[in-house]
């Protein structure tokens, strides 16, 4: 099975240089165990809220040969320089139940893959993510160690209510007990179930294929009690 091609069962978030990456990630930003964050605020209340506006809120600021995680000018920036590449990035939360809320705007080839996720581990290597592309497709899908799948279709399935090219999306994922849930533009696209995490950290997420310098701006990024 070839991981380079998105339309097979497996979403290609290729494990070996995301996890390698991760773990840059984890020794050059803050080093800290996850904040614990007790689960007992109300239905709506804000958990965590960031526009990006202040570089010191607490995501990772890494740059390297295979691109770079910054803040830039008001926004999170995720630059991906090398093909079939993943990066992530972290604000060091830890979360049980949530809904992630994010505007995500596309740059670079259309090719790529993009957004936020859910119960991240400490070495961010075992989590849940929520994805679409720049040419209209999108997936849930989980990420166990080197292994990867898709929850939500057998591939990544495409849909109009995407916008496509450099246009902004609003993603919104709901990581509720075992159920999964994948909004796009307000709009349910796709959902999913799944047990194996229970609680872990929230981030974003960018991908390439076979071109390089895919380039993702987040905003206005919203964690409530669901």
């Known amino acids: ?7 097979n069962p497996f979403l290609p978030l290729r494990p070996s240089k995301l ?13 800290s165990v996850p904040q614990v ?12 809220k960031d526009d990006f506006s202040d570089p010191a809120s607490g995501w990772d600021q890494v740059s390297a040969a295979t691109g770079e995680t910054n803040y830039d ?23 049980k139940d949530v809904r992630i809320e994010v505007e995500a705007t596309g740059g670079g080839p259309v090719d790529n893959v993009f957004g936020v996720i859910c ?8 989590y849940y993510f929520f994805v679409i592309s720049s040419d209209g497709y999108y997936g849930i899908g989980k990420v166990d160690g080197a292994d990867q ?20 999306n609003l ?23 799944d047990a194996a995490y229970t609680q872990g950290d929230i981030g974003l997420t960018a991908g390439s294929f076979d071109k390089p310098d895919v380039d993702i701006h987040f905003d206005n990024l919203t964690v409530t009690k669901p």
Do not use: H
């Open 171 to 193: 993603l919104r994922a709901d990581c509720v007990g075992d159920q999964l849930t994948f909004y796009v533009n307000n709009e349910k696209i796709a959902e999913a179930q």
């Open 19 to 31: 996890v390698s990456y991760g773990l840059i990630l984890i020794m050059l930003a803050t080093c």
């Open 37 to 48: 964050i007790i689960d007992r605020a109300p239905i709506g209340e804000i958990l965590f």
């Open 1 to 7: 099975m070839e991981i380079n091609n998105r339309r």
């Open 73 to 95: 000018d008001g926004s999170y920036r995720i630059w991906v320089n090398e093909p079939y590449t993943d990066l992530l990035a972290n604000p060091d939360l830890n979360f």
């Open 149 to 168: 799948k898709l929850l939500s279709a057998e591939k990544m399935m495409p849909s109009e209510i995407i916008r496509q090219g450099k246009l902004t």
């Open 119 to 126: 119960r991240s581990n400490p070495a961010g290597d075992g």
